[in-house]
């Protein structure tokens, strides 16, 4: 009896031993292999991010332009329209001057070069000897206004009277029918395509006086004339506010003021086109922006901006 006793405390012990071995090992197994639930998110995040990632970059397009200030705000308010019914599409609108659009455009830097004057022949003989084949394009009418202080007396000049205003034969605006004061010539840098096409039309080969003080933008001149009573300068008409006085021109046909219908006429002595140039003819999303500037909707941003459509 007490030997059966042994035995059955044995295999009780033997039966424990073998449920807690079980156990132990059940346990490390589960420990050590990782679960094939946990390891899907970490492995697919990342593949699903790269995905969305390359997904975004094949859909967006984007051009740039980089050129002339009198184009400035008109470029821009054509790019902000075409980005709102086209949201994955990019058009970046700096300034700087339509010297400094067409070099960048000569270096293979932008897509398009607005200009508010037309390319010179050696900036064409640049481009070419660089691989680049200028093309213009007409988007707009434009006239420059000569502006004064609204407390000049001053209302009119003639071409003969502005020409040596900015030459430096005249310095004093009793001599224009103005009071005894000293002229305070203001002028755009040389960069601006309305410094040249300024200097082509009224000083004609003359040189600018060396005292005018230059301005980088169209904006810091109707800054310092609004707060100069003894000041000149010319901008842009899209530029014109309450801040300064726009002056009636005489280049021998009469006086005329720089409205709408005289500027659109050609009887404005000071009336211009403003341009766009590409590297060829324009294609793609250059092509899609330029078609989009010369459409009904491109062009009544233009009139709204202030300047003038080219087709009425």
Do not use: H
Request: overall charge negative.
């Amino acid at each position: 009896m007490a030997n059966k006793l042994k035995t059955y405390a044995v295999l009780t012990l033997v039966v424990i031993g073998l449920v807690f071995l079980g156990i132990g090992c059940t346990g490390n197994e589960k420990s050590e292999s990782p679960s094939p639930v946990q390891e899907t998110p970490s492995e697919g995040a990342p593949a699903e991010e790269a995905t969305a990632a390359e997904t975004t970059a094949a859909d967006t397009q984007s051009i740039s332009l980089k050129g002339s200030d009198t184009v400035l705000p008109l470029a821009q308010a054509e790019a902000e329209e075409f980005m709102t019914e086209n949201s994955e599409k990019s058009v970046t609108v700096t300034g700087g001057g339509s010297g400094v659009g067409i070099a960048a455009l000569i270096d293979g830097e932008v897509d398009i070069a607005p200009a508010s004057r037309e390319m010179k022949a050696e900036e064409i003989e640049a481009a070419k000897a660089n691989g680049v084949n200028p093309v213009e394009t007409t988007i707009a009418y434009d006239g420059i206004s000569v502006i004064v202080n609204p407390e000049s007396t001053v209302s009119e000049l003639t071409f003969d009277q502005l020409r040596g205003i900015y030459n430096g034969s005249i310095s004093n605006w009793k001599d224009v029918g103005g009071e005894d004061k000293e002229i305070v010539v203001i002028s755009r840098d040389s960069s601006s395509g309305t410094y040249e096409y300024f200097k082509e039309e009224v000083l004609q080969g003359d040189e600018y006086r060396p005292d005018a003080l230059t301005q980088p933008a169209t904006g810091g001149i109707v800054a310092e004339v609004s707060q100069n009573p003894s000041a000149i300068g010319y901008i842009g008409v899209a530029y014109l506010d309450d801040s300064v006085k726009a002056l009636n021109l005489d280049a021998g046909n009469g006086s005329e003021a720089p409205t709408s219908e005289n500027i659109l006429s050609g009887v404005y002595p000071l009336s211009r086109s403003l341009y766009f140039y590409t590297n060829g003819e324009p294609s793609g999303l250059t092509k899609e922006f330029i078609d989009f500037v010369l459409s009904e909707k491109g062009q009544s941003i233009v009139s709204e901006v202030g300047y003038f459509p080219i087709k009425q």
